[in-house]
Each structure stands twice: as C-alpha cells, then as structure tokens.
C-alpha cells in the first residue's frame, strides 16, 4: 500500500512538472511568434514607408517589391497600408490609396463588406472608407440598414470619407431608424463639406412644414450651422418659432448662433421670452457668440430668470459682448452678474 501511494504521488509530482515545462514551452512558442510577427510588421511598415517617401530610386524599388506580393505576404502588406492611411497626407496618402488600388484592394474590401461576419463586413466598410472610391457608395448605402450597429456606425463614417452629397438623405435616414447613430451623421455630414447643404435646406424647409421626426429636423439644424450655410439663416429663424417641434427650436438657435448672422439677433431675443428653458439657454448662449452688443440691454433684462441655467447663460453671454455686456452685468443685481464677474476677474488675473 505504502509503495502504491508513493507510486502515486511520483506520478503525480511528474505530471505537474510536465504541465510547468509544457506551459513555459507553450509561453516561449508565443512570445517568439509575436516577435517574428512583429519584425515582419516592421518589415513592411519600412518598404511602405520608403515606397512612399524614400529617394527616387529606392521608393520605386520598394513599390515594385510590394506589387510582387501575393497572398498571405501582400494581406501583410494591406493591412499595414490601411492602417497608415489615416496617418499620411497630400501625395504619400495618394501612393498609398494607389498602390492599394493597383492590388484590387477596392475588390477586397468590398467583399469583406459582403461576408456573413459583422466584424469582417465593419473591415471592409472601413477599407471602402479609406480608399474614398466614389462607386463603393451604394454598397455602403445598403450597410446602413445592416442588423449589426457596428457595421452601420462604420458605414456612416466611410460615407462621410468619401464624400458624395447623394448618401445625405440615406444618412438621415439612418438617424430617424437608430438615434445612437447621430453624432457620427453629423460628422460625415461635417466631411461631406457645403456640397450637403442644399439637401439640408431642402430637408429642414420639409421638416419645417411637415413636422415628422424632431430628431432628424434638430439634426439637420445643426448640421447647417456646422456647415456655416449663411444662407440658411432665414429658414433657420422660421425653425427656430416652431413650437411643434420642442428639439427643432432649440437646434436652430445652437445653428444660427455657430452661423453668426446679425439679423438673428432679433429672433433669439425674442426666444427668450418662451416658456422652454433649454431653448433660453440655447438663445442666450447664441446671442453671446454673435457678439451684437446692442442686445446688452434687453439680454440683461433675461437676468432675473427664475431658472439658474438661463441666468447664468445670460451672464456667458453679457461678458462675450464685452464692455456694453460687462457694464449691464455690473448693473445688475443678480447673484449670476456677480458670479460672472467675479469669474471673469479671475481669469484676467485681476
């Protein structure tokens, strides 16, 4: 018996050096595959970027060592350039969108953007992205009612790249399905640049006589004003009176204050006198950032508002009209001139 359980614990002791020796191996057999994989990324990350900006005579050498790569050694050399192209500008990211292109990289993302795999189809919406080829818009068009919403975050985004003003209705249509999908709407809107602006007029005119997804309206407001669409001012003051639409309001008072336009002054004076507070803050902050210092006067007047947010937004926008502002401030009795006052004395050292 004695012998058995020493036999035993023998095997016992021999099996867990065993797991130890087996584990180490196990960890040295990782660690020296991430370090070749690394020297290979390294590898290529270097004939990219001599490809890209070294001397003549070596960046064709290295373009022609790229282009003859086949298979698993050109998937290295893809994913190292999409992860460079964010990260260089003017002619390097033109090579880079080239080279890619001459390799039927466009092909290959557009069939990741197909796969069964939401992970793989996000990939390839973001390589479609990165390339900016005009034709892969449709395709990302279709990915914005895809099941997965990290395939429709991406999509949006590489339709902002891209930049066709066509894919602006499909992407509002994206924010009235999903809402989450807002800011990034806004962004691709953002890149997008001017050319979006007539569609949002046209959108924002509709939404103005046909109110149907406050969301949207707000949204389109917005992206006017980060636009800088001057010519938007007009239709933006009739949104800004819609009482139908709470978001609307309050989206174009942000919108024609970003935009700077004098004659909005009137209207966001008169906005402040409504019942919603979050639309007299938005018209208060607004009137600030159009600096018109004749507005001093009848701001101040806003500085007895029973909401705290809305008096301190007055007293924000009473310093941004400088002396006419700070004069009124001083005036005043409220605790948010005082507030104001004191806190711009601060920050002038005073």
């Known amino acids: 018996m004695r012998q058995l359980v020493l036999a035993l614990l023998l095997v016992l002791g021999l099996t867990a050096v065993l797991m130890v020796v087996g584990l180490f191996a196990v960890r040295i ?11 290979r990324h390294g590898e290529v990350r270097t004939t990219i970027l001599t490809a890209l900006m070294g001397e003549p005579d070596e960046a064709g050498l290295a373009r022609t060592e790229l282009r003859s790569r086949t298979g698993p050694a050109w998937a290295q050399v893809e994913d190292q350039a999409f992860a460079m192209i964010p990260k260089v500008k003017g002619d390097s990211h ?3 969108v080239t080279l890619l292109l001459s390799k039927g990289a ?4 557009a069939a990741l953007a197909r796969s069964g795999s939401p992970v793989r189809r996000a990939r390839g919406a973001h390589r479609l992205g990165a390339l900016a080829q005009a034709d892969a818009v449709s395709l990302l068009l279709g990915l914005l009612r895809d099941k997965a919403f990290l395939v429709r975050r991406t999509a949006v985004r590489a339709l902002g790249q891209i930049g066709d003003p066509l894919a602006v209705p499909p992407l509002l249509d994206a924010v009235t399905a999903d809402p989450r999908l807002s800011r990034d709407v806004l962004a691709a809107v953002d890149r997008i640049g001017e050319a979006a602006a007539p569609t949002l007029r046209r959108e924002l005119l509709r939404s103005v006589s046909d109110p149907h997804d406050n969301r949207r309206a707000a949204l389109t407001a917005i992206g006017l004003g980060a636009l800088g669409d ?19 309001a309050v989206a174009s008072a942000h919108a024609l204050g970003a935009l700077g336009s004098p004659e909005a002054v009137e209207p966001l004076l008169r906005a402040m006198r409504e019942a919603d507070p979050d639309l007299r803050v938005a018209a208060a902050a607004s009137i600030g950032r159009i600096g018109d210092i004749r507005a001093a006067v009848r701001l101040a007047e806003s500085l007895r508002d029973r909401h705290h947010l809305t008096s301190r937004a007055v007293a924000g926008a009473l310093l941004r009209l400088g002396e006419p502002g700070r004069s009124a401030l001083e005036a005043s009795p409220s605790p948010y001139a005082a507030e104001a006052l004191a806190v711009h004395r601060v920050r002038q050292g005073v």
């Open 29 to 39: 057999g990782r660690e020296l595959h991430e370090r070749r994989r690394e020297t």
């Open 94 to 96: 033109d090579a880079l």
């Open 106 to 109: 466009a092909a290959h993302a």
């Open 230 to 248: 001057v010519s938007a001012v007009p239709l933006l003051t009739v949104a800004l009176e819609d009482r139908d639409q709470p978001g609307l």
